[in-house]
């Protein structure tokens, strides 16, 4: 049975680049220091007003154009963000409204990096039972919102001013995950194939909730009131991350689901043409490739420009490959991604 097609990709990122010099404006950090750790040197943040919906409509027009459809002709939208415009409604069916094709489905998945694992799982499911026939698969994020400063006129470099010696400790305190996060969006348009063997021939996923707190926003429903000036005070609104061991999760992870994967669909590592793996840091990338024995050549990146934008880094990396021709029909590749929840683990689509 055939299975989706990828017809057409788009991305977006808001305003200019904010490079690593300018982060160390409003916390304690150096361009050397954050390059060595994740691989970054900018990345963009969403400006005041603007939110995932905002961006993924850029996104999905362009996805629109390559593919040669018009908002009319979707007929699902699959959302995926941990950064929505509301806490609800979900950012899914406001996108629909904003680009003219209400009145469909476009359901929010909350899979955080993980994301585009489910959004084409769920898309493949769909085509093959006659549920849709044309399909918008988003990964949008703002987290500029979340950034642990509160001063970007400093960190715009449009005023002399220093932090306060509070802010910057508050900043500084949380570097550790604020130095890696960006904004953008990304989005896949895909349709039932037309030849038999495409579409996602294998998948490996998997979640843990016992490492839920390893990497988590702690604020929610179970306080009365869920946010208060003491929980934003104690930092509840903020992400709490231990780097150290979200990296060992990652690496001794997906490569295992990599394996298990390969082995679902009877193919090896070597047949496997692409590696796009979450763009959560490129340390991570390169342990995993390594384990693999897989040349980094076939694990492209795009990190060290837009930093680890959660649901969107997988859409924004497809569509940099399939506008620069390395993304070509019947090739196999491999999508890979640890995020939040712990939710993890890898699928192959032949293209």
Known sequence: MSGLSIIGTGHYVPGRPYTNHDLSRVLDTNDEWIRQRTGITQRHFCPEGQGVSDLAVHASQRALEAAGKRPEDIDYILFSTMTPDHVFPGSGS????????????APDLRTQCAAMLYGFQFADVLLKADAASCILIVGAEAHAGLMPWRDWDILEGTTDRRPTSEDWERATRNRGWAIIFGDGAGAIVVERSKSEGNGVIAVDLQSDGRFASQLCI????????YVSAALLDGDAALIHMDGREVFKHAVTKLPKSILAVCKKAGVTVDQVDWFVAHQANARINEAIASRLGVPLEKMPG?????????????PILMDEMRRDGRLQPGQIVCVAALGAGFHWGSLLIRT
């Open 218 to 225: 702690p604020v929610g429903f179970r306080t009365r009131p």
């Open 94 to 105: 406001l996108l629909a409204a904003k680009l003219g094709c209400s009145n469909i489905p």
């Open 302 to 314: 795009n990190i060290e420009r837009f930093g680890n934008t959660s649901a969107a880094t997988i």
